[in-house]
Each structure stands twice: as structure tokens, then as C-alpha cells.
């Protein structure tokens, strides 16, 4: 059975950080390429951040670039989301979602994605 299991969302001040994790089982990590994606009330999904389960390169859209930060452990099959200079403007949920190509680039967010996780809450207060 294929899971992502995405934690490590809660309430935050302006400015702080966060790092959420999201496990993966059930697929061969290797082969996905592992994104996180965040939505807000009445907003579209956006993707935050991408990184490949077979070389580890990133890929991150311009309104996280610099902030946000993913990274992998394969040994442990999850990926990791450390957020910093959090705004009221990143509270969301965030999602993790697995799609089976080698690499993350600018097109990746715009893919289907194979396997979804349940969402975890980040609150970001002024």
C-alpha cells in the first residue's frame, strides 16, 4: 500500500520556521520525484518545492526561493520541508505528492502526481 505521510505543520509567528517531514512507503523512492504543494482557503494549489528521489536536485518557484529549503533521507524515505522567514502568507495546508519522473523542474508541479499524502495545517500568525 503506497503512503505519504506528511507532519510537522502547527502555529508559528511571522518570521519563524517550521520543518515538516513526509514519509513514504509502499514505491520506490528512487524512481519519484517527491514535491510539496500548499493551499490555502480560496486559493489554488500551488507546488513549494520539488526534489528528485534519484540524484536529490531541487527545484523551488520564485515566492519560496531562499526560504524554503527540501531535502531527503532515502535510507528513511522521507523527505523533509524546512520553512524559514515563515509570513502570514504561508499559512496553507501542505501536501507532499509523489510522480514518477527522474527530475523536478519548472513543468513538475504541473503533472499529474501519482500518489498524494494527507495535508498537514501550517498557521502563520502576525
Known amino acids: 500500500e503506497v503512503q505519504l505521510q506528511a507532519s510537522g505543520g502547527g502555529l508559528v509567528q511571522a518570521g519563524g520556521s517550521l520543518r515538516l517531514s513526509c514519509a513514504a512507503s509502499?514505491?520506490?523512492?528512487?524512481?519519484?520525484?517527491i514535491g510539496w504543494f500548499r493551499q490555502a482557503p480560496g486559493k489554488e494549489r500551488e507546488g513549494v518545492s520539488c526534489?528528485?528521489?534519484?540524484?536529490?536536485?531541487?527545484y523551488y518557484p520564485d515566492s519560496v526561493k531562499g526560504r524554503f529549503t527540501i531535502s531527503s533521507d532515502n535510507a528513511k524515505n522521507t523527505v523533509y520541508l524546512l520553512m524559514n522567514s515563515l509570513q502570514p502568507e504561508d499559512t496553507a495546508v501542505y501536501y507532499c505528492?509523489?510522480?514518477?519522473?527522474?527530475?523536478?523542474?519548472?513543468?513538475?508541479?504541473?503533472?499529474?502526481?501519482?500518489?498524494w499524502g494527507k495535508g498537514t495545517q501550517v498557521t502563520v500568525s502576525s
Open positions: 526534489i528528485s528521489g534519484s540524484d536529490g536536485s531541487t
Open positions: 509502499g514505491f520506490t523512492f528512487d524512481d519519484y520525484a
Open positions: 505528492a509523489a510522480v514518477y519522473v527522474p527530475l523536478c523542474d519548472m513543468f513538475v508541479f504541473r503533472r499529474s502526481m501519482d500518489y
